[in-house]
């Protein structure tokens, strides 16, 4: 049974980065195709981007690319997903999640709550 | 493109009730809808997936079509339990596989 736990609450300022974890068990990373999904309080979810299996990339929601970097290391088994130049409205809970049994993201990590605030 | 829901909606328990989810440019029936159930306080989880599967331990009473002549997906409850309340997304693909979701709707019982 594959588990994702995810870092810890972040609280950040203005114009700088962040940087959350996504550990994976249960399973190896490279099995996975992992995404990532951020919700801002009371708002719905957005999808930030993913690897995509079919061209071996990564890909990226268009309002997010060049400020938002997705990266693994196998050897850990571990995803990170960094927001540079960070705003107000960046603050969101953070999910990595992926498919596994189904043509769905139906495995999700706990999520992590970033805070954007001067 | 986008994929537009009702903000909410409500039903009494044992009710039927039936969410849309209308897919603004682009053909609803070439990229694949899947459904998710968001909880208060919980990631979301699957319902429905590659349009009208239903993910092993989700009752029967969930179920979901496609309508290509309105250009829109339907997650539908039939029996509805207070357990069913909570947010529910539809979410496709536009041609380059990234996935959009739908601003979501909350179904109350009640």
């Known amino acids: 049974q594959v588990h994702l736990v995810q870092s810890g609450t972040e609280v950040k300022k203005p114009g700088a980065s962040v940087k959350v974890s996504c550990k994976v068990s249960?399973?190896?990373?490279?099995?996975?195709?992992m995404h990532w999904v951020r919700q801002a309080p009371g708002k719905g979810l957005e999808w930030m981007g993913g690897?995509?299996?079919?061209?071996?990339?990564?890909i990226y929601a268009h309002k997010f690319q060049g400020r938002v970097t997705m990266t693994e290391d196998t050897s850990t088994d571990t995803a990170y997903m960094e927001v540079s130049s960070l705003r107000s409205d960046d603050t969101a809970v953070y999910y990595c999640a992926s498919p596994v049994i189904i043509d769905a993201l139906d495995v999700w990590g706990q999520g992590t709550t970033v805070t954007v605030s001067s | 493109f986008m994929l537009t829901q009702p903000h909410s909606v409500s039903e009494s328990p044992g009710k039927t009730v039936t969410i849309s989810c209308t897919r603004s440019?682009?053909?609803?029936?070439?990229?694949?809808v899947q459904w998710y159930q968001q909880r208060p306080g919980s990631a979301p989880t699957p319902v429905i997936y590659e349009d009208d599967q239903r993910p092993s331990g989700v009752p029967d009473r969930f179920s979901a079509s496609i309508d290509s002549s309105s250009n829109s997906a339907s997650l539908t409850i039939s029996g509805l339990k207070t357990e069913d309340e909570a947010d529910y997304y539809c979410?496709?693909?536009?041609?380059?596989?990234?996935?959009?979701f739908g601003g979501g709707t909350r179904l109350t019982v009640l």
């Open positions: 440019s682009g053909s609803i029936a070439t990229n694949y």
């Open positions: 979410q496709s693909y536009d041609g380059s596989n990234h996935r959009v």
């Open positions: 690897f995509d299996p079919e061209n071996g990339e990564t």
């Open positions: 249960g399973y190896t990373l490279t099995e996975l195709s």
